[in-house]
């Protein structure tokens, strides 16, 4: 069964903690369809340079799986030069059964984005993410003072010391007047 393309020019993106592996198929003026492979590392010149190299291709679509955590900086210097991604499930995207390589993922993924079988995941806008790690990092570090609070409020317990008994608030204005 031959898929129908519904988009001329996609790139697959197999992406990994130190390697990314693109696939583009991309189908010329003339109608014959070329495949494009390139390996590209993880530090940020590389970023760059796959960003560079898939502007340079004018692709219809972008697309990778959502592995992990390592999306998320291709998927950002894609965004630096104006290419918006397509982040997909990586259980949407099961490969066919057989050897299973990098190179052929990225080909599946780009297979798969050319036929328009592939639905994205939400990602929200750069300003949106930024505001969501900030606000992730001060929900955590609120945990981390509940916690401590919570363990010299034991440690004085353990010692004897039963402000609890006195005040409300271990960490209130009048429990610190009183240790004073």
Known sequence: ??????????IGLDVH????TACAI???????T?????????????????????????????VMESTGIYWKSPYAALEAVGIRGQVVNARHVKNVPG???DVGDAQWLATLSRAGLLRGSFVPPARLRELRLISRQRQKLVGLLASEKNRLHKVL???????????????GQS??????
Do not use: Y
């Open 26 to 32: 991309l189908e010329e003026a003339d109608g014959t």
């Open 99 to 101: 050897r299973k390589t």
């Open 34 to 62: 070329r495949i494009e492979q390139r390996q590209f590392g993880a530090f940020k010149r590389d970023r760059r340079a796959l960003a560079d190299w898939a502007a340079s291709l004018a692709p219809d679509q972008v």
């Open 1 to 10: 069964m031959e898929l129908v393309a519904l988009h001329k020019r996609v």
């Open 157 to 171: 317990t353990d010692g004897g010391i039963r402000l609890g008994v006195v005040v409300s608030d271990l960490h």
């Open 175 to 180: 429990a610190r007047a009183m240790v004073k």
């Open 17 to 20: 903690q130190a390697q990314i």
